[in-house]
């Protein structure tokens, strides 16, 4: 079943865009790594990766490490490709 370009209305409001975009380029990313990149509060990040992960395109996990709760959070297999639909579908819609 090949993966046909089309417009992601969860994906597409800018933070969003920016959260799978970064997480795209690895395989998983500290919560607080993305906040700092994205330039949101954590509330604002949490809201829009709620949306996300309901959608199941985001992962988040919760660990204890040295006694600090750490959240991260990764792309699924279905997030990564709706993002890349997505990115996609820009191109088309741009003339890229």
Do not use: W
């Not at 959240?71 to 819609?93: P, Q």
Request: glycine share 8%; net charge positive; hydrophobic share 40%.
């Amino acid at each position: 079943m090949g993966t046909t370009p089309r417009f992601d209305g969860v994906i597409h409001p800018p933070p969003r865009l920016q959260i799978c975009g970064l997480l795209a380029a690895v395989d998983t990313m500290e919560f607080a790594a993305v906040r700092d990149q994205v330039g949101v509060s954590d509330s604002v990040l949490s809201k829009h990766v709620r949306q996300l992960e309901e959608a199941g395109y985001v992962e988040v996990a919760k660990a204890t490490i040295a006694s600090r709760q750490r959240t991260s959070l990764s792309l699924t297999k279905d997030g990564r490709r709706a993002f890349d639909a997505h990115v996609a579908e820009l191109r088309r819609i741009t003339g890229g």
